[in-house]
């Protein structure tokens, strides 16, 4: 059975860090490449992607919105995925999920496998 957890969650202040773990069970890192999306309060059933890594290289890519700020990478051993926030903003508020796929890692229809998400406050 394949569970995806996120985790590190938290109230931050903007031109903040947090990092955001995502323990996955079930599957390998090196067949599933994981994305990082998150939902904005209000924004219906829209998800934003923030970062991905893919299972074949590790290659990573990251929207204009958040490249430079934010870090997705991977522990192999403790089929983790990561992802570091530096520099946070207020827009960056949202429920923030990890999600697998063994398709195409850059196209968000095609995560199929999803966690429960984790809230990320960025607020003074």
């Known amino acids: 059975q394949v569970h995806l957890v996120e985790s590190g969650g938290a109230l931050v202040q903007p031109g903040g860090s947090l990092r955001l773990s995502c323990a996955v069970s079930?599957?390998?890192?090196?067949?599933?490449?994981i994305g990082w999306f998150r939902q904005v309060p209000g924004a219906g059933n829209n998800y934003e992607g923030v970062?991905?890594?893919?299972?074949?290289?590790?290659?990573?890519y990251y929207p204009d919105s958040v490249k430079g700020r934010f870090t997705v990478s991977r522990d192999g051993a403790k089929n983790t995925v990561y992802l570091q926030m530096n520099a946070v903003k207020p827009e960056d508020t949202a429920v923030y999920y990890c999600?697998?796929?063994?398709?195409?890692?850059?196209?968000?229809?095609?995560?199929?496998?999803w966690g429960q998400g984790t809230q990320v406050t960025v607020s003074s």
């Open positions: 999600a697998a796929t063994n398709k195409n890692w850059l196209e968000g229809y095609d995560y199929n496998y």
């Open positions: 079930g599957l390998s890192l090196d067949e599933y490449s």
């Open positions: 970062g991905c890594i893919r299972s074949t290289d590790g290659d990573t």
